[in-house]
């Protein structure tokens, strides 16, 4: 593979290995040796290796947030929906707000509040 690439070994080992990422401007070679031709999967996966390397809001405060934290933050920056509505009784549905009327994460409901309790409050739950 690395020589249909014209890229080291070591190299492909570590994208390989999930020890590397991708360059956005690397994709579009490697879908071209894996020959992916259908135009909706090369786009999805250009998008996916742009929107990998880019800068997030809280980046310039990393030296003072924990990791943990920061995880936290990255999960809230990929938005979902939550909303009450009738006929969940007693769930909170949780749904990606890019696809509101995809699946949806059930939680009871008393759950989802000492969840929010504890976001409200500062205290992050454990992952």
Not at 115 to 122: D, L, S
Request: charged share 25%; hydrophobic share 45%; proline share 6%.
């Amino acid at each position: 593979m690395a020589a249909r690439l014209g890229w080291h070994q070591s190299k492909v080992s570590r994208l390989e290995n999930g020890r590397h990422g991708v360059k956005a401007n690397e994709v579009g070679i490697l879908l071209d040796v894996y020959e992916v031709t259908d135009p909706e999967t090369r786009e999805a996966l250009a998008t996916l290796a742009r929107e990998g390397k880019r800068r997030v809001w809280w980046q310039p405060y990393s030296d003072v947030i924990s990791q943990r934290y920061a995880s936290f933050i990255s999960f809230e920056a990929e938005a979902v929906s939550i909303r009450n509505a009738d006929g969940f009784a007693g769930i909170v549905p949780v749904r990606d707000s890019k696809d509101p009327s995809g699946p949806a994460l059930v939680f009871p409901a008393e759950a989802w509040t000492a969840f929010v309790t504890a976001i409200k409050a500062g205290n992050i739950p454990n992952a």
